[in-house]
């Protein structure tokens, strides 16, 4: 069905225009114990770009061993075929580079941790070994012409350690940008953060004349702050979002079955503020309701408002 709604008031002093990064078909299936089929994540992934998203983060070329729902990888870039630009792969190391090369991977995403302990207890190494593997990549990445995006997690808070200074993430970001990364999303992995907190992460990295436009927000909806986060990155001027249609991907860290925010969710919102994305609201409705329902999980609450 169509929405009729939001009705659009544009407030004063945000973007015109932002992107919406989807990361459904690789950071929302990777934490699925059930296998999804390589037809149906090709299925998926066709349909949310035929719905406009301008980027649909395809797969992740880590081990296989490590994330089974991924051992496809490879297989899913050829299902996809042709250009492959607007199909980020996430790359471990230097060997997913190698398999992602081979499959004709032309952006990679590179990940590290703001977090000492987080990089040990999920990275297996510490936080600098994780900025120079990334640093490494992105390195051998650009010399073959591959663009490189860096995802930070932990940014707002740790599972482990608690708080993460803002200074500390902004460094990191410093230090991936320098190395080439073309942006840097920073994630809220357990969902804790809050409206002011974004704001102050923002000027953190302001501080060290990182232009906002260098930088993404990649939030989770832990504890229903996904959206009010969202806001004060408009207000901060951050103009890309990273969002996973029907809202898959949980967050296993915070004990909580809730997790990526909902491509659904923040569209209606950009579309309330009149802010342009250039994607069909309905369109990724249909294509998230039908992951979900195979998935067997509850659908967004935008997809549960409009299809009923």
Not at 262 to 270: I, K, M, N, Q
Request: proline content about 5%; hydrophobic content about 45%.
């Amino acid at each position: 069905m169509s929405a009729p709604f939001p009705v659009p008031y544009p407030a004063a002093g945000l973007p015109e225009a932002v992107t919406v990064y989807e990361v459904g078909p690789r950071d929302g299936l990777q934490a699925e114990k059930q296998l999804v089929s390589t037809s149906a994540k090709i299925d998926f992934i066709t349909a949310l770009r035929q719905a406009g998203l301008p980027m649909v983060e395809a797969t992740s070329f880590v081990s296989p061993r490590w994330v089974p729902q991924l051992a496809d990888a490879a297989d899913v870039l050829a299902g996809l075929g042709g250009d492959l630009s607007a199909h980020p792969v996430l790359v471990p190391n230097l060997t997913g580079l190698e398999r992602a090369s081979e499959a004709g991977a032309s952006t990679i995403a590179v990940f590290v941790s703001a977090t000492e302990s987080f990089a040990q207890q999920n990275l297996n190494t510490t936080r600098a070994g994780a900025i120079g593997a990334a640093q490494e990549v992105t390195a051998r990445a650009r010399e073959r012409g591959m663009r490189v995006r860096a995802y930070v997690s932990m940014c707002f808070g740790d599972t482990w350690q608690g708080q993460v200074p803002v200074a500390e993430v902004a460094h990191i970001s410093r230090e991936l940008l320098d190395a080439g990364c073309y942006e840097v999303s920073l994630g809220d992995t357990i969902g804790v953060g809050t409206a002011g907190h974004v704001d102050a992460l923002i000027q953190a990295h302001q501080r060290l004349d990182i232009a906002v436009e260098r930088l993404a927000l990649h939030l989770h909806d832990t504890y229903g702050q996904a959206l009010a986060n969202v806001y004060a990155g408009l207000r901060a001027g951050v103009r890309c979002f990273d969002a996973s249609a029907g809202g898959i991907g949980g967050c296993p860290f915070a004990g909580s079955a809730t997790g990526n925010l909902a491509t659904e969710d923040l569209l209606w919102l950009l579309a309330g503020l009149q802010i342009r994305t250039g994607v069909d609201l309905d369109a990724v409705v249909r294509a998230g309701a039908v992951m979900t329902d195979a998935l067997g999980r509850p659908r967004s609450r935008i997809a549960a408002a409009m299809l009923g």
